[in-house]
C-alpha cells in the first residue's frame, strides 16, 4: 500500500522557518518524483515545490524561490520542504505527493511538474501556521 505521511509543521512566527518531512512506504521511492503542495483557507490549492525521483532536478513556484529548498533521501525514503522567512500568508495544510517516473523502462529523464493533477498519491496533508 502507497503511503505518505507528513511530518513537521506547526505554529511559527513570522520570519521563522520550518522543515516538513515527507515519509514514504509501500512503493519504491526512488522512482518517484515527489511534489510538495498547499491549500490556504479559502484559496486552490497551489503546488510550490517538486523534485525528480533522482534528486537531480527541482522545480520551485515562482513566488516560492528563494524561501524553499526541497530535497530527499531515497535511501531512507523521505523528502523534505525547507521554508525560511515564513510570512502569514503561508499558512496552510501542507501536502506532500509522489508519481511514478518511466525513466527506468525507457521513459524520458527524470523530471517533476507542479500540477497536482499529475500525483497519484498524497499524504494527509500537515497544518502549518504562520502567527505572532
Known amino acids: 500500500q502507497l503511503q505518505l505521511v507528513e511530518s513537521g509543521g506547526g505554529l511559527v512566527q513570522p520570519g521563522g522557518s520550518l522543515r516538513l518531512s515527507c515519509a514514504a512506504s509501500?512503493?519504491?521511492?526512488?522512482?518517484?518524483?515527489i511534489g510538495w503542495f498547499r491549500q490556504a483557507p479559502e484559496k486552490e490549492p497551489e503546488g510550490i515545490a517538486c523534485?525528480?525521483?533522482?534528486?537531480?532536478?527541482?522545480i520551485y513556484a515562482d513566488s516560492e524561490k528563494g524561501r524553499l529548498t526541497i530535497s530527499r533521501d531515497n535511501a531512507r525514503k523521505m523528502a523534505y520542504l525547507q521554508m525560511n522567512t515564513l510570512e502569514r500568508e503561508d499558512t496552510a495544510v501542507y501536502y506532500c505527493?509522489?508519481?511514478?517516473?518511466?525513466?527506468?523502462?525507457?521513459?524520458?529523464?527524470?523530471?517533476?511538474?507542479?500540477?497536482?493533477?499529475?500525483?497519484?498519491?498524497w499524504g494527509q496533508g500537515a497544518q502549518v501556521t504562520v502567527s505572532s
Open positions: 523534485i525528480a525521483s533522482t534528486g537531480g532536478n527541482t
Open positions: 509501500g512503493f519504491d521511492f526512488e522512482y518517484y518524483a
Open positions: 505527493a509522489a508519481e511514478w517516473e518511466p525513466w527506468a523502462v525507457g521513459g524520458p529523464p527524470a523530471s517533476c511538474v507542479l500540477e497536482g493533477k499529475k500525483y497519484g498519491t
